[in-house]
């Protein structure tokens, strides 16, 4: 298979399988988990302002306090790395054109140096936590296969990109095909690894939020 | 023209072909600067390169058409610096060519065949167009398939030039489902260098280039993994295009008609394949270095590269699908299914666990 | 005799329900949860981090209830829980986690990480790998009445003692008063003082109120234990004293987890909504403050701090009000650094002060109430809850502190004027 074929394939059938397994997973994981179902809770309820799934999904975004020095590098980190993946996804043009064919929907994009600026650090950012999950001993302790296998899936769109749009290691050709294979790598792993919390987030945060908002607490 | 005369010119050096035309040392130091830079070769080399052409003998070259349109000689025909009237009297001797020959039928194949005897081991042969496979009926000549013409031509020929994308890679005659089951050269002749000289048609200057590269130092260009002259295929459109710079800024047309497109912003989002297109056409230009296609106001659709023909719409922009995206309800459906599928067997488990449950007492805290 | 592991799974498969499928598949093994925990914190040892002490129970959900999960198992990718694998998680789930639900309170994907271990209590009860400590408080609240084996002749002898001191009549078995008033055993047998502070109280602010021979006792040790029937048999001994005096409000004693056990599990394990309300004292103190009946005198000069029992602040919502209180009566009332929301526990919560071999780790943990002491330097610790209070003077004793630990209701009740 040749480069541009190689190309095509990823941008053609490889995005629509990936994509569909993406769909089917996001849904029947979504469905399983939150088909189980729970117990409405008997207990009277104490309203308080501020104490509710929804004020949880927004608040758990900061650390509470004191939290920051305890983990700063899972934090800064994690902030960074975060912010910068939503900059580097949503802001960058060729992938608001991709967005704009999927879904319809047109905004401005940063300038493509921005961007790239944006990659280097969100890569930093990676590293960082990579190396504190190396060295902490309780994300070392906790780590698995997983975790490991999520942070390179996760690291793979930006380094190849990064990669491509600087004509390094491979033919950009070539390395732009990689640069989406690995995307496509991501959806595909995405609903059935810990990745799929992009998702569960909400879910979580907003069950947290709501037994405790029951209780007139504001977590 | 007669046949003694014809002769006599075939074998005549560069240098003597040069003065019978009365082209003075001057014009011909000019040509030899120019191909020089074509070459990205030092400015220095123009000297050494017209000592060498000058002795040069005129190498005879067989052109074979097969499942081609044409453009490619349309596109040479349209070379300058050198010329084709410089490149066919001065520079080769062009022995065989369907379109710009003027004998036809049995005389044509005469000449064809006489220019491989006379030069048998020294020839070269360019080719355009494709070669189908799938049945050999689909494209003769006098009768004879394309394939069986080619093995006979090119068997005792120094180098093939495959022009064309057809030739180099197949070209559209090979686009999905290929129904000749059409062939790039480089596929049929393994046992001859064969340069791939792609494009749809390729820059005309970038044929006579490679020509006057293989007079000048008897040898042919460096070519990468592609088979494709260096000098020429060795940076995509994008890098070297002057809209670049909009690219980097992020300033793109949306449309064909908008103030974008007024403004010569990059063309990416028009679907431009410039950033995935190893050519020359930035660069050296075409018409006389007039324009070219992104010049003009139309994105790169990467006619050089090899299956650029099934690499999905002209109009996408590579970062979006090739082809309209076919995941949708099925999908959506399967996953829902999916969920309710296992919901409904984990509901069925849950029920049994609670079904199962035995008040505890004090008693059974104790194992 | 009829604890086993099938049993255990059994009741985890009951567990799971959604908010723990999403917490599971929330989790990105950040570690931040570790941070939160005392006794991760102070012993720097990683298997305290919280979310791994739910990792059983994880593996019962991945293999149970995903698809995934099921084929991994099937093909022997994901190994089946052993019962030597619960009996090493039981000083996990037990001694080193007292439900304080800081863990919960900074998760950043928002798991409810305590609410999973509650539910992990009852696979581990009934797969018999609950410790000794709280099987007997269990037992003891079951057969006699109470955790530390108290009966009612107990308590009323108490009641004599305090009508005594105090000259006021407590009430016991009256119906139709406006409040029933519970105890936990630790008032009735170490601080009787807290008694005594509530009869002068309800003089004070002129309220009905009565204990109740049959629901004298508020704590849970079944809840602790992490049993849903045991403990719905304890609580029900309460839902049934106060519907028989058909009271308006039940008040739960300074105590955290009874707290939790009246006002926020009791309806679930009963089944049904309660016919009263159920306050915690201080939530009762504060509405006579917020009414203007609380009318006190004098003020306490020397510096007093003010230690919040997780079951009543984070895991119960009550946080300002003993605050209000505390400066009604408190010239010199300084906040531990994350003081509040964010308080650290004593170390004793959720029956982990019954858990004799657990005490090591406990003292070990208190190093951290040390630290948030040390920063303030009171001269005297108020709190609302008995079990803190005990657990509190045992690590002061420990690290030869010398700080008086007193009763918030108490310390208001000493600042109400004598009738004249």
Redesign the interface.
């Known amino acids: 298979m040749?480069?541009?074929?190689f190309?095509?394939w990823v941008?053609?059938s490889g995005?629509?399988l990936a994509?569909?397994i993406f769909?089917?997973?996001?849904?029947?994981?979504?469905?399983?988990?939150?088909?189980?179902?729970?117990?409405k809770?008997?207990?009277?309820s104490?309203s308080?302002p501020g104490?509710s799934g929804w004020a949880?999904?927004l608040r758990?975004?900061l650390?509470?306090?004191?939290?920051l020095p305890?983990?700063p590098v899972?934090?800064i980190g994690?902030y960074v790395f975060h912010v910068g993946l939503a900059v580097v996804v949503f802001l960058f043009?060729?992938?608001i054109?991709?967005l704009t064919?999927?879904a319809g929907v047109?905004w401005p994009?940063?300038?493509?140096?921005v961007v790239d600026f944006v990659t280097v650090v969100t890569m930093a950012a990676m590293i960082a936590v990579l190396v504190d999950?190396l060295f902490?001993?309780?994300?070392?302790?906790?780590?698995?296969f997983g975790?490991w296998f999520t942070w390179t899936l996760t690291f793979l769109p930006l380094l190849t990109g990064w990669l491509a749009v600087h004509?390094l290691l491979l033919p950009?050709?070539l390395m732009?095909a990689v640069h989406i294979l690995s995307v496509e790598l991501l959806l595909v792993f995405l609903p059935?690894t810990?990745l799929?919390?992009a998702f569960?987030?909400f879910?979580?945060?907003?069950?947290?939020?709501a037994?405790?908002g029951h209780?007139?607490?504001?977590? | 023209m007669d046949l003694l005369e014809y002769r006599a010119t075939r074998t005549k050096t560069v240098g003597e072909a040069l003065e019978q035309h009365g082209i003075d040392r001057r014009d011909f130091l000019k040509l030899c600067a120019a191909m020089a830079t074509l070459l990205a070769l030092p400015a220095s080399a123009a000297e050494q390169l017209a000592v060498a052409l000058a002795k040069a003998r005129r190498p005879s070259v067989i052109w074979l058409s097969f499942q081609e349109c044409t453009g490619c000689t349309e596109s040479l025909t349209r070379s300058h610096s050198p010329s084709l009237e410089s490149l066919i009297f001065d520079m080769i001797s062009l022995d065989y060519h369907h379109t710009l020959q003027a004998a036809s039928g049995e005389a044509a194949e005469a000449a064809r065949e006489a220019a491989m005897k006379e030069n048998a081991g020294k020839y070269l042969v360019a080719v355009d167009g494709s070669v189908p496979m799938g049945n050999p009926g689909y494209s003769t000549i006098a009768g004879v398939a394309n394939i069986d013409v080619l093995r006979e031509t090119a068997k005792d020929a120094a180098a093939i030039l495959a022009v064309g994308t057809c030739a180099a890679y197949g070209g559209l005659p090979a686009a999905q489902p290929n129904p000749t089951g059409a062939v790039a050269i480089s596929e049929l002749i393994k046992d001859k260098p064969v340069v791939n000289i792609p494009g749809c048609p390729p820059i005309p200057t970038v044929i006579t280039g490679v020509i006057a590269h293989y007079l000048a130092f008897g040898a042919l260009p460096e070519l990468d993994a592609l088979g494709r002259p260096k000098a020429f295929y060795g940076e995509t459109i994008h890098d070297r295009c002057y809209r670049r710079p909009f690219y980097d800024q992020g300033k793109f047309a949306e449309t064909f008609d908008d103030e974008g497109a007024r403004r010569g912003w990059c063309l990416f989002k028009l679907g431009c394949k410039g950033p995935v297109t190893y050519n020359a056409c930035a660069t050296m230009k075409w018409n006389g270095g007039v324009s070219f296609p992104i010049q003009s106001g139309h994105g790169c659709i990467g006619c050089s590269e090899p299956n650029f023909w099934d690499a999905g719409g002209f109009y996408e922009a590579l970062s979006m699908p090739a082809h309209p995206l076919k995941v949708g309800a099925a999908a959506a459906a399967a996953g829902v299914a999916a969920g309710a599928a296992v919901t409904f067997f984990n509901r069925k488990k849950k029920g049994a666990a609670k079904a199962g449950h035995e008040t505890t007492t004090l008693e059974d805290l104790e194992r | 005799m009829s604890a086993s592991l099938d049993k255990g799974v059994r009741v985890l498969k009951e567990m799971i329900d959604a908010p723990i499928a999403s917490y599971f598949s929330s989790c990105v093994h950040c570690g931040i949860c570790a941070e939160a925990c005392l006794f991760y914190t102070e012993t720097g040892d990683p298997k305290y981090t919280p979310i791994h002490k739910l990792e059983p129970m994880r593996r019962i959900y991945q293999q149970e209830y995903t698809l995934l999960g099921r084929l991994a198992k099937m093909v022997g990718l994901s190994k089946s829980v052993t019962d030597e694998e619960l009996a090493e998680w039981q000083e996990l789930v037990y001694n080193s986690c007292t439900l304080c639900g800081r863990c919960s309170a900074v998760c950043p994907v928002g798991n409810d990480i305590v609410y999973m271990v509650r539910k992990m209590r009852e696979g581990m009860s009934a797969a018999g790998h609950a410790p000794e400590g709280i099987k007997g408080a269990v037992t003891r609240t079951i057969n006699i009445g109470s955790p530390m084996g108290v009966k009612l002749p107990a308590v009323k002898a108490q009641m004599k003692h305090i009508e005594a001191d105090t000259g006021i009549a407590i009430p016991l078995d009256q119906e139709g008063v406006e409040y029933m008033v519970t105890l936990s055993s630790m008032e009735i047998i170490n601080f009787p003082e807290y008694l005594g502070a509530i009869a002068k109280v309800m003089r004070h602010v002129g309220r009905t109120w009565t204990l109740s021979s049959e629901a004298f006792e508020a704590t849970n040790a079944g809840m602790q234990i992490g049993n849903s029937d045991l403990a719905r048999v304890i609580v029900s001994r309460v839902v049934a004293g106060a519907e028989k005096l058909k009271v308006k409000t039940v008040i739960s004693p300074e105590c955290g987890h009874a707290y939790t056990a009246l006002r926020w599990e009791g309806a679930n394990l009963i089944g049904r909504p309660f016919t009263f309300k159920v306050q915690h004292i201080v939530e009762t103190l504060e509405e006579f403050r917020a009414a203007g009946l609380l009318k006190l005198e004098g003020m306490e000069t020397d510096r007093l701090s003010f230690h919040d029992p997780c079951q009543l602040a984070r895991r119960g919502g009550v946080i300002q009000p003993q605050r209000n209180l505390m400066k009604m009566v408190a010239k010199d009332f300084v906040e531990m650094p994350d003081a509040g929301y964010m308080n650290w526990c004593c170390g004793g919560g959720g029956g982990a002060s019954s858990i004799e071999e657990g005490e090591e780790l406990r003292l070990e943990a208190f190093k951290r109430k040390k630290r948030q002491l040390d920063a303030v330097k009171p001269d005297r610790l108020v709190t609302a809850c008995a079990n803190c209070r005990i657990v509190l003077e045992e690590g002061l004793e420990h690290y030869k502190m010398n700080l008086p630990v007193v009763g918030l209701t108490e310390t208001i009740a000493e600042h109400i004027p004598d009738p004249e």
């Open positions: 040749g480069e541009l074929q190309l095509t941008r053609g995005l629509n994509l569909t769909v089917v997973g996001v849904l029947w994981r979504l469905i399983e988990i939150y088909g189980l179902g729970r117990k809770d008997l207990s009277a104490r308080t104490a949880t999904i758990r975004s650390p509470p306090p004191g939290m305890a983990s899972s934090y994690g043009a060729p992938h054109a991709l064919s999927i047109v994009a940063l300038p493509s140096q999950r902490k001993p309780v994300k070392r302790f906790l780590s698995t975790d004509h950009y050709t732009l059935f810990k799929f919390h569960t987030v879910g979580s945060r907003w069950f947290n939020g037994v405790n209780k007139g607490v504001p977590v």
